[in-house]
């Protein structure tokens, strides 16, 4: 199923920042990553990061959007999903993109 609003996934993966819709977040956030909705689900997320995490977040995630690092990337973001990890979900991504970070400051 493709979306062509994202409005709705967006007010989806912002109500999925409260511990009750980890669950639902986290699946609504993966049907982003269909190739058709790569840009738009990429847009959405954005949109309803937290301020506190904003800069230092984008920079990051969007370090990754690089299609040669897409795979790593995801794979390090899914590893934060547990729900024991959901408080330093964030944290814990952006430790996995530091091989990245590096790389792109060199």
Known sequence: MYYTDNTDVCQRYLSCLLPVMFVTCHVCYLSCLLPVMFVTCHVCYLSCLLPVMFVTC????????????????????????????????HVCYLSCLLPVILCFAL
Request: include cysteine.
């Open 58 to 89: 984008h920079v990051c995630y969007l370090s990754c959007l690089l299609p040669v690092m897409f795979v790593t990337c995801h794979v390090c973001y899914l590893s934060c999903l547990l729900p024991v990890m959901f408080v330093t979900c």
